[in-house]
């Protein structure tokens, strides 16, 4: 597309729905229509639902539609900025009444009291749980019967004097063979960090 393009010709070529047409007068006018919305966009709450580009892409999608239907007569690269900057401004303040209507206010559900984490659970997540139990199940299954005897006796607090009472040999061997069989596994894993 030449640069030099007459802003008639623009136009004109827009009309025809020509594509390289349109690409170049969203090049040159978006960043008008961005910061008419930016300046109207004024309202957190309405910042945190819509992004600028949300509603210059709306505007420049229904100028096309009706610039392609013949609704528009511009001739001057002013007019368009104002038309754009109406219609950026209307969209803005459509999307804030929309917003603001009784069953879909924005306002109810804003927390500005900071008291959320009074209503969140401190503890472990269920995928966290989920994944806790997966990694001991996996654990396990790569202790020998043994091994695992000795885990769990350990786990249920059983002092090793009376394990090894239990199964034979001395306390200090049985606790070497429990740590060394969790270094193993361990490293299977690599869960070493």
Known sequence: MPKELS???LVRRVRTGDAEASAEL????EPAIRIAVRARLTD??????FDSMDICQSVLANFF???TAGDFELTKPEHLIKLLATMA???VT???LKQRAARRDYRRTDRT???EAAFVDAGPSPSDEASIKELLQAFQSRLSTEERHLADQRSRGVPWAKIAAEVGGTPDALRMQLERAIDRVTRE?????
Do not use: K, M, S, T
Not at 44 to 49: A, F, K, M, S, V
Not at 189 to 193: A, E, G, P, T, V
């Open 7 to 9: 802003f008639v010709d």
């Open 26 to 29: 969203v090049r040159r006018y």
């Open 44 to 49: 957190p709450g309405l910042r945190r639902l």
């Open 65 to 67: 539609v009706r610039a």
């Open 89 to 91: 401004r209307n969209r």
């Open 94 to 96: 459509d999307h804030a």
């Open 113 to 115: 009291n900071g008291d």
């Open 189 to 193: 894993l690599r869960l070493q960090d």
